[in-house]
């Protein structure tokens, strides 16, 4: 198959070319590689890809209408896994804008060039942001989310909206997989793990939010990864028992799914901290500071349908992937 994977210089879209490409795939990455974090960091994914036999690049920003028009129309993609777009909670504060371009009018130049161009099934990322100021756990896909604690959240939610109104409009199978809180090797730098860790092994204080009492469902990149591959080889279609009386949020008339991925194992902020010290050898030195606006107190996964449609369940356990990644940040920064 030939597949789109936009976001392919990212943490996440550089593991799902790579697992694309081990299966003998066609991949073509597209990233606009910008500097929201290190680029080098990027780069290097870029590197580690470039080269490998199906696999082509092409920087691009995805909020660029005709560029991805050409795209599409000259490449003629099976399949498309959308993982590019603005990361963080925090940095809507900052700079909204960013989140406009890439979440949104990035989203629709996707689905156009899907619409128009026949491809056979769209996978993108969605966010476990979007159930915001719900408090019923587990997290479920057939629960409302209507109240979104940010603006990233808000745009994940309007992506899964205008999936479901193409795949209502147009038949476009379209499944929307919402991620909780990945970590792993070659990761994010502005997620909480990272940090940690590089702070840890300086000897500098880490900044603790919430004073410790939130959790997160952290999920290992290599599950993460499984779940979108496997998602995108299963195409989807209308539920036959879905009623408008009573509508479902997870499925539809349409051909429109939406699955959590998650470890389905909420982690305290302060066991997974005392995480990071064991893999690191070192105790952190800590600042306790009241919770951030946009911050969510708790996620947690119910992956109930992703186990029964995909059968799959992440199953990586926290301290085995934290030590993989200090292992990787160790060798990768020389420390």
């Known amino acids: 198959m030939k597949f789109l994977v936009t976001g392919a210089a990212g943490f996440i879209g550089y593991y799902t070319a790579a697992r694309l490409l081990d299966r003998g795939d066609e991949v073509v990455g597209v990233d606009n590689v910008n500097g929201y974090y290190d680029p080098a960091l990027k780069k290097a994914r870029l590197a580690q890809l470039g080269g490998r036999k199906g696999f082509s690049f092409l920087h691009l920003d995805i909020a660029e209408r005709a560029p991805m028009n050409e795209l599409f129309r000259v490449q003629r993609f099976d399949k498309v896994i959308h993982l590019a777009a603005q ?15 890439s979440n949104i009018v990035g989203m629709q130049n996707v689905l156009e060039g899907c619409r128009h161009n026949d491809v056979k099934h769209l996978v993108f990322a969605s966010s476990s942001s979007v159930y ?4 019923k756990m587990p997290f479920s896909v057939h629960d409302n989310v209507d109240h979104p604690l940010s603006l990233y959240a808000a745009t994940k939610k309007a992506n899964e909206l205008a999936a479901h109104a193409y ?3 147009y038949r476009l199978p379209v499944t ?8 792993g090797p070659f990761g994010r730098p502005d997620m909480a793990y990272f940090s940690f860790t590089r702070k840890i092994l300086a000897g500098e204080p880490i900044e603790v939010f919430s004073n410790g009492h939130h959790a997160r469902d952290f999920t290992y990149i290599d599950d993460i990864v499984e ?11 209308p539920d036959p028992t879905w009623s408008s009386d009573a509508p479902d949020p997870a499925t ?4 429109y799914r ?10 305290e902020l302060m066991d997974f901290i005392a995480t990071i010290e064991k893999a690191t050898g070192r105790e952190a030195k800590k600042i306790f500071l009241p919770p951030q606006p946009g911050d969510v107190a708790k996620t947690y996964a119910n992956i109930d349908d992703l186990a029964r449609d995909i ?23 020389r420390v």
């Open 227 to 237: 779940g979108v591959v496997r998602t995108a080889d299963r195409i989807a279609e």
């Open 311 to 333: 059968g799959f369940r992440p199953s990586t356990p926290l301290s085995e992937g934290i030590a993989r990644f200090v292992d990787w940040y160790r060798a990768y920064y």
């Open 176 to 183: 929307g997989l919402r991620f909780f809180t990945v970590y």
């Open 258 to 267: 939406l699955y959590n991925i998650g470890n389905n194992n909420p982690v």
């Open 167 to 169: 795949a209502h409009l």
């Open 132 to 135: 915001g100021a719900n408090t």
């Open 252 to 255: 539809s008339s349409a051909p």
């Open 87 to 101: 990361a963080g909670v925090r940095y809507g504060s900052e700079n909204p804008g960013a989140y406009i371009d």
